[in-house]
């Protein structure tokens, strides 16, 4: 999951996975332009700031790029 949803541009996204496996997540705007991307491993906090307000779909991968979840995130 990812929280908040909506955002205020600056606040703090939160990923929540399960521990000991690594993910990676790619964003995109609704161009399909990738904007952000990285890995983490269970927990992730993404500064929103780096996002100008708009919609946008984060990807979610396992380390075998198999993709677990794509969900909307809105940034106010």
């Known amino acids: 999951m990812v929280y908040p949803n909506p955002v205020t541009r600056g606040s ?5 996975f399960t521990e000991g496996t690594e993910y990676k997540y790619q ?3 609704l161009l399909g332009q990738l904007v952000a ?3 983490f491993d269970a927990n992730k906090t ?3 700031g780096i996002l100008i307000p ?5 990807r979610i991968c396992n380390k ?3 993709v677990l979840m794509t ?3 809105v940034i106010n």
């Not at 703090?12 to 929540?16: E, S, T």
């Not at 708009?54 to 984060?58: A, F, K, M, N, S």
């Open 54 to 58: 708009g919609i946008y779909l984060i």
């Open 71 to 73: 969900e909307k995130i």
């Open 27 to 29: 964003i995109f705007d």
């Open 12 to 16: 703090l996204i939160h990923f929540f």
């Open 64 to 66: 075998d790029n198999t």
């Open 37 to 39: 991307n990285g890995q």
């Open 46 to 48: 993404l500064d929103s």
